[in-house]
Protein backbone atom coordinates (compact mmCIF):
# COMPACT_ATOMS: atom_id res chain seq x y z
CA UNK A 1 0.00 0.00 0.00
CA UNK A 2 1.11 3.66 -0.85
CA UNK A 3 -0.45 6.64 0.02
CA UNK A 4 0.03 9.87 -2.18
CA UNK A 5 -0.43 13.19 -1.08
CA UNK A 6 -0.50 16.16 -3.33
CA UNK A 7 -0.44 19.86 -1.71
CA UNK A 8 -0.73 22.98 -4.69
CA UNK A 9 1.61 25.67 -2.81
CA UNK A 10 -0.54 28.43 -0.98
CA UNK A 11 -2.32 31.57 -2.64
CA UNK A 12 0.90 33.32 -4.27
CA UNK A 13 1.41 37.27 -5.25
CA UNK A 14 0.86 37.39 -8.57
CA UNK A 15 3.27 37.49 -11.43
CA UNK A 16 4.63 40.86 -12.12
CA UNK A 17 6.03 41.37 -15.39
CA UNK A 18 9.95 40.69 -15.73
CA UNK A 19 10.13 38.82 -12.59
CA UNK A 20 11.28 35.50 -12.07
CA UNK A 21 7.95 33.55 -11.42
CA UNK A 22 10.35 31.22 -9.15
CA UNK A 23 10.55 33.88 -6.90
CA UNK A 24 7.14 34.64 -6.09
CA UNK A 25 6.07 34.22 -2.34
CA UNK A 26 3.09 33.53 -0.66
CA UNK A 27 0.62 36.62 -0.17
CA UNK A 28 -0.77 36.68 3.86
CA UNK A 29 -4.08 34.97 3.32
CA UNK A 30 -0.99 31.99 1.58
CA UNK A 31 0.36 31.87 4.72
CA UNK A 32 -2.77 31.35 6.30
CA UNK A 33 -3.60 28.90 4.15
CA UNK A 34 -0.89 27.16 4.21
CA UNK A 35 -0.50 26.94 8.42
CA UNK A 36 -4.39 25.97 8.77
CA UNK A 37 -3.58 23.08 6.23
CA UNK A 38 -0.04 22.23 7.74
CA UNK A 39 -1.90 22.00 11.10
CA UNK A 40 -4.37 19.58 9.66
CA UNK A 41 -1.70 17.33 7.60
CA UNK A 42 0.56 17.39 10.79
CA UNK A 43 -2.55 15.10 12.75
CA UNK A 44 -3.11 12.93 9.54
CA UNK A 45 0.29 12.32 8.46
CA UNK A 46 2.07 8.62 8.80
CA UNK A 47 5.51 8.50 10.56
CA UNK A 48 8.25 7.43 8.29
CA UNK A 49 6.58 9.91 5.83
CA UNK A 50 8.99 11.21 2.58
CA UNK A 51 8.31 15.04 1.84
CA UNK A 52 8.87 16.60 -1.74
CA UNK A 53 8.45 20.23 -2.64
CA UNK A 54 9.27 21.84 -6.20
CA UNK A 55 12.08 24.58 -5.53
CA UNK A 56 10.06 27.69 -5.95
CA UNK A 57 9.96 30.03 -3.40
CA UNK A 58 6.15 29.81 -2.89
CA UNK A 59 6.32 26.36 -2.60
CA UNK A 60 8.91 26.11 -0.07
CA UNK A 61 7.03 28.33 2.30
CA UNK A 62 3.90 26.15 2.01
CA UNK A 63 6.45 23.09 3.43
CA UNK A 64 7.86 24.88 5.50
CA UNK A 65 4.38 25.57 7.37
CA UNK A 66 4.16 21.71 8.12
CA UNK A 67 7.69 22.11 10.42
CA UNK A 68 9.00 18.73 8.75
CA UNK A 69 12.15 18.07 6.65
CA UNK A 70 11.57 17.80 2.88
CA UNK A 71 13.81 17.83 0.08
CA UNK A 72 13.67 20.23 -3.16
CA UNK A 73 13.04 18.62 -5.89
CA UNK A 74 13.69 20.24 -9.58
CA UNK A 75 11.26 17.86 -11.01
CA UNK A 76 8.44 19.24 -9.25
CA UNK A 77 8.89 23.00 -10.73
CA UNK A 78 6.38 24.83 -13.16
CA UNK A 79 6.68 22.93 -16.44
CA UNK A 80 7.37 19.38 -14.73
CA UNK A 81 5.04 16.57 -16.47
CA UNK A 82 2.98 13.57 -15.01
CA UNK A 83 5.72 10.85 -15.71
CA UNK A 84 8.27 12.83 -13.83
CA UNK A 85 6.14 13.12 -10.52
CA UNK A 86 5.25 9.85 -9.97
CA UNK A 87 8.97 8.34 -10.82
CA UNK A 88 10.00 10.61 -8.09
CA UNK A 89 7.28 9.37 -5.54
CA UNK A 90 8.00 5.98 -6.75
CA UNK A 91 4.66 5.57 -7.08
CA UNK A 92 2.86 2.46 -6.87
CA UNK A 93 6.06 0.70 -5.82
CA UNK A 94 7.13 2.76 -3.09
CA UNK A 95 5.40 1.35 0.47
CA UNK A 96 4.84 3.73 3.15
CA UNK A 97 3.54 7.90 1.98
CA UNK A 98 4.66 10.97 0.03
CA UNK A 99 3.75 14.27 0.26
CA UNK A 100 4.54 16.43 -2.92
CA UNK A 101 4.27 20.08 -2.74
CA UNK A 102 3.49 21.12 -5.88
CA UNK A 103 2.07 23.29 -8.55
CA UNK A 104 -0.69 23.39 -11.23
CA UNK A 105 -1.37 21.91 -13.94
CA UNK A 106 0.61 19.24 -13.25
CA UNK A 107 -1.00 17.88 -9.88
CA UNK A 108 -4.13 17.84 -11.77
CA UNK A 109 -3.29 16.54 -14.49
CA UNK A 110 -1.84 13.76 -11.94
CA UNK A 111 -5.00 13.29 -10.18
CA UNK A 112 -6.66 12.75 -13.20
CA UNK A 113 -4.80 10.26 -14.81
CA UNK A 114 -4.74 7.98 -11.25
CA UNK A 115 -8.20 8.31 -10.76
CA UNK A 116 -9.31 7.50 -14.78
CA UNK A 117 -11.00 10.94 -15.20
CA UNK A 118 -12.15 11.85 -19.11
CA UNK A 119 -10.40 15.73 -18.43
CA UNK A 120 -7.01 15.68 -19.11
CA UNK A 121 -6.51 17.70 -15.63
CA UNK A 122 -8.16 18.21 -12.35
CA UNK A 123 -8.74 21.49 -11.19
CA UNK A 124 -6.93 21.87 -7.91
CA UNK A 125 -7.11 24.67 -5.34
CA UNK A 126 -4.45 26.95 -4.27
CA UNK A 127 -3.21 25.42 -0.97
CA UNK A 128 -5.57 22.04 -1.11
CA UNK A 129 -4.47 18.68 -0.64
CA UNK A 130 -5.27 15.50 -2.18
CA UNK A 131 -4.73 12.49 -0.81
CA UNK A 132 -4.54 9.35 -2.82
CA UNK A 133 -3.60 5.45 -2.33
CA UNK A 134 -2.96 2.38 -4.49
CA UNK A 135 -3.85 -0.52 -2.49
CA UNK A 136 -4.27 -4.39 -3.50
CA UNK A 137 -7.91 -5.83 -3.97
CA UNK A 138 -8.30 -9.30 -4.64
CA UNK A 139 -5.25 -9.41 -7.15
CA UNK A 140 -6.28 -6.40 -9.05
CA UNK A 141 -4.17 -2.62 -8.32
CA UNK A 142 -6.78 0.35 -7.65
CA UNK A 143 -6.06 4.06 -6.50
CA UNK A 144 -8.55 5.17 -4.04
CA UNK A 145 -9.41 9.19 -3.21
CA UNK A 146 -9.07 9.46 0.73
CA UNK A 147 -9.32 12.99 1.26
CA UNK A 148 -9.55 16.32 -0.52
CA UNK A 149 -9.37 19.11 2.03
CA UNK A 150 -9.20 22.99 1.42
CA UNK A 151 -7.68 25.51 3.72
CA UNK A 152 -10.78 27.05 3.64
CA UNK A 153 -12.62 23.97 5.81
CA UNK A 154 -9.99 23.14 8.32
Given at each position: ??D???????????A?????????A???????????????????????L???AS??R????????L???????????????????????Q?P???????????????????A?????Q???????K????????????????????????????
Open positions: MMLILWRHAEAEEQDGSDDLTRLTPRGEKQAARMAAWLDRQLPEGRVLPSRTEQTADAGRKFKMRAELLPGGTTEELLELAWRARGAVLIVGHQPVLGQTIQLLGMASECAVRGAVWWLRQRQRMDESQTVLMAVQSPEFV
